[in-house]
């Protein structure tokens, strides 16, 4: 075995010994894979026990782990002067023992953003996040960095949106992020946004409209719509309106819209079945928080399918997630009775 080598120690005949031509190997992430150079094929269960593995422990005092040209990970000794693709720590693996998932759903609630991503190599990738220095959209913005991709943290607050950039880079310090302003109460900001983007002249291959706000007072934004409407839809409509042309020319790319499933108790038609268009913006006599939420999710919904429709076939996706009932971040902070609703469910609910 490749890692007992590296240790000093024997082979031995026993099922954890490789087969000629396969080597061990590890991702950024510390999952173990194996590499049949003969096949030039890789996987992750080991190729005679069958069993998935991690690596344990911090690395070595005085090792550092680099990525390669190709996106291959390296290990530098830097008390040596020598690098190595072996992982030093491949002699001190524990098993995995991860329950087996149904033919019919891979992954479930228990699943987290980092399972999901294990494997994959994201460098190359442009990803834009809105809202991403809280909640979910953080969570999303380091999985995605920690894999490879450039993430925009796309946040109404510069310095938030900052804060979170240095705390994804103090979990590895190469990942490539950036926090750049975005007010989707402001349709003149989405339009400065989109602008300031595309003068990178970078591609873009994911767009995650993430940002949302849920039990917020009745207001209306400097274009004169209520906030709720603006902020969790029409905000995400006109930014990717604006960014569609790169995300065509940079084809295969997704857009994913955070949805909900509150978008089920609500309506946006008349009585006779036509769209209200009042329903969408309310005047603050007919504002209801929860119902103006739901309708905004509604919205996401529609929006996101008929996006599918048009730009599929030129290779642009669209999806609308729903990302958990109840699902405990600071979305519900504009009023203490959500607050304490949220308090109340959090042990029934995942974590961030």
Known sequence: MAALKYAG?????????LPPGWEERTTKDGWVYY???LEEKTQWEHPKSGKRKRVAGDLPYGWEQETDENGQVYFVDHINKRTT?????????VEENPVKPTTRQKYDGNSTAMEILQGRDLSGKVVIITGANSGIGFETAKSLALHGACVILACRSLARGNDAVQRILGEWHKAKVEAMTLDLASLQSVQHFAEAFKSKNLPLHILICNAAVFGVPWSLTEDGLESTFQVNHLGHFYLVQLLEDVLLQSAPARVVVVSSESHRFTEINDSSGKLDFSLLSPSKKEYWAMLAYNRSKLCNILFSNELNRRLSPHGVTSNAVHPG????S??????WVYSLLFT?????TKSM
């Open 9 to 17: 120690l024997e082979d031995t005949d026993s099922e954890e010994e």
């Open 35 to 37: 590499a049949n150079h």
């Open 85 to 93: 693709y072996l992982d030093p720590r491949l002699a001190f693996t």
């Open 325 to 328: 009932n109840m699902i405990y």
């Open 330 to 335: 600071s979305i519900h902070r504009h009023w």
């Open 344 to 348: 109340l469910a959090r042990p029934f």
